[in-house]
Structures are given as structure tokens and as C-alpha cells.
Nanobody, 120 residues
Framework: QVQLVESGGGLVQPGGSLRLSCAASGSIFGFARMAWYRQAPGKERELVARIFSGGSTNYATSVKGRFTISRDNAKNTWYLQMTSLKPEDTAVYYC??????????????WGQGTQVTVSS
């Protein structure tokens, strides 16, 4: 069974930085695309960043220039480096992965979420 586990969340002051990690375990060849989503209280879940196995990336407008997504294909692990954090970034962050067998746009595997709180 494939499982994703996030780590690296916590409390941080505005302007600070955090790095989130998503580690996949289980039998899997690899991921065609990997992503980070977040959900703040009272708001819909939103796509924060996405990376393809080849390295192409996409970012939400709200985080562009502040967040960087990266991946280690050999380790089936991906990361979200967050800098210049704002209170508006406070949310539960979820990692998601799509194996090569997944349909376009679908993420078959999800982590349980890690809380990021930016407090002023």
C-alpha cells in the first residue's frame, strides 16, 4: 500500500520560513506529478504548487516568488520550501501524488496533512 506522510509543519512568525516534506512509502514505480494543497478554516482546498517528475512547476499566484516546490525522484519525496510567510498562509497543508498510471489531473494518493501556523 502506498502512503504519503507530510512533515515539517509548525508555528512560525510572519516573515519566517518552513520546509515541508512529503515521503512516499510502499511499492510504486514513481510519480508523474506531485503537488501541495492547503486548506484554511472556512475556505476551499486550493492547489499551492505542482511539480512534474521532469521538473516543470506551477504555483498559485498567492505564493509565487515565496514558495518553491522540488522533488527527489529517486527517494519518492517532494518538498515545499516556504519563505516570507504571511498569516494568510496559515492552513493545513496536504501533499498529493499521481502515479504514471493516473488519469490526467487526478491525484491518487494523499497525505494526512500538516498544520502550518503563521502568527503575528
Amino acid at each position: 500500500q502506498v502512503q504519503l506522510v507530510e512533515s515539517g509543519g509548525g508555528l512560525v512568525q510572519p516573515g519566517g520560513s518552513l520546509r515541508l516534506s512529503c515521503a512516499a512509502s510502499g511499492s510504486i514505480f514513481g510519480f508523474a506529478r506531485m503537488a501541495w494543497y492547503r486548506q484554511a478554516p472556512g475556505k476551499e482546498r486550493e492547489l499551492v504548487a505542482r511539480i512534474f517528475s521532469g521538473g516543470s512547476t506551477n504555483y498559485a499566484t498567492s505564493v509565487k516568488g515565496r514558495f518553491t516546490i522540488s522533488r527527489d525522484n529517486a527517494k519518492n519525496t517532494w518538498y515545499l520550501q516556504m519563505t516570507s510567510l504571511k498569516p494568510e498562509d496559515t492552513a493545513v497543508y496536504y501533499c498529493a501524488g499521481a502515479p504514471y498510471s493516473s488519469s490526467a489531473g487526478r491525484y491518487d494518493y494523499w497525505g494526512q496533512g500538516t498544520q502550518v501556523t503563521v502568527s503575528s
